[in-house]
């Protein structure tokens, strides 16, 4: 099985992981301010951090091709051909779940056309991509840099891609202003109360500061609308869980076991339902 297809499989476990590690804040009540807990280093990102290669890494099946392109894309003598090697790369990348080399490769298209607000999107989403997985501090600062850059170019172009906000606001929760990125979620559920994202991040925020009956309350809604979200479903069990409600996470954990064919997923369930 290829990095990108083990990494996509364990999403639904590592996001449990990512989401204790983010400093924790009080996002659903109605308090005007946050209360931080960790605010740790506000030191402002390397700027080459996600400039790192990953060349070693790439499967054999890809390291030639890629090899290629790179030449291609350091010699290009025009913009095209640059554009054209970078974005192939990217994909490679993306493929094999190297998605920090993929943001960079990305974020190379967009600064050859600063003004293309469609290669912007596509630097953000990647930059985006890479933050969600990034470990390194200095490295999750600068993705989430790259991806309110982009990100926003286009968000004020077009103000209704409230998917686009989601993004953003989420970078926010991660960086020394966290209340920042609650009141933009806030923004987009007073605009779209069903909004899958927005109601998802919500609830995922929600549990990290510990507020597992208002996590319960975002993910009823999320699965009210969005039933064949899976992670939603999963995690209104373990919000269940967490709020000592047993028959309720009972019910909702068997409800995942039949929604899903995922082994992490089931294999998390499975230890929850062992528990109860």
Do not use: C
Not at 23 to 51: F, H, L, R
Not at 213 to 221: C, N, P, S
């Amino acid at each position: 099985m290829k990095k990108s297809q083990l990494i996509l499989v364990a999403l639904g476990i590592v996001s449990i992981i990512v989401l204790f590690s983010l400093p924790k804040v009080v996002v659903d009540n109605d308090a005007t301010a946050a209360k931080v807990e960790e605010s740790g280093d506000q030191s402002g990102p390397s700027s080459d951090v996600i400039s790192e290669s990953h060349e070693n890494e790439l499967s054999s099946e890809n390291r030639n091709q890629a090899d290629r392109l790179i030449q291609n894309f350091l010699s290009a003598p025009t913009n095209e051909e640059k554009v054209a090697a970078a974005q192939t790369l990217a994909g490679i990348y993306k493929e094999e779940g190297l998605f920090d080399s993929a943001a960079y490769y990305w974020d190379q298209v967009a600064l050859t056309s600063p003004d293309n607000l469609s290669f912007a999107e596509e630097a953000g989403k990647a930059s985006y991509e890479a933050f969600s997985f990034a470990l390194d501090k200095k490295k999750v600062e600068a993705l989430a840099d790259k991806t309110r850059k982009y990100l926003s170019k286009v968000l004020e172009k077009d103000p209704n891609r409230l998917d686009l906000k989601t993004k953003i606001a989420m970078t926010y929760v991660s960086s020394a202003n966290p209340m920042e990125g609650i009141t933009m979620l806030r923004e987009v559920l007073e605009k779209d109360p069903q909004n899958e994202d927005g109601l998802f991040n919500m609830g995922i925020l929600s549990m990290q500061s510990g507020q597992y009956k208002k996590a319960a309350e975002r993910f009823e809604e999320l699965i009210k609308y969005h039933p064949q979200n899976v992670q939603g479903q999963f995690y209104l069990a373990v919000s269940y869980f967490e709020s000592n409600e047993k028959n309720k996470a009972k019910a909702q954990f068997e409800s995942v076991k039949k929604i899903t064919q995922d082994p992490m997923i089931i294999s998390s369930v499975q230890s929850y339902l062992d528990k109860l």
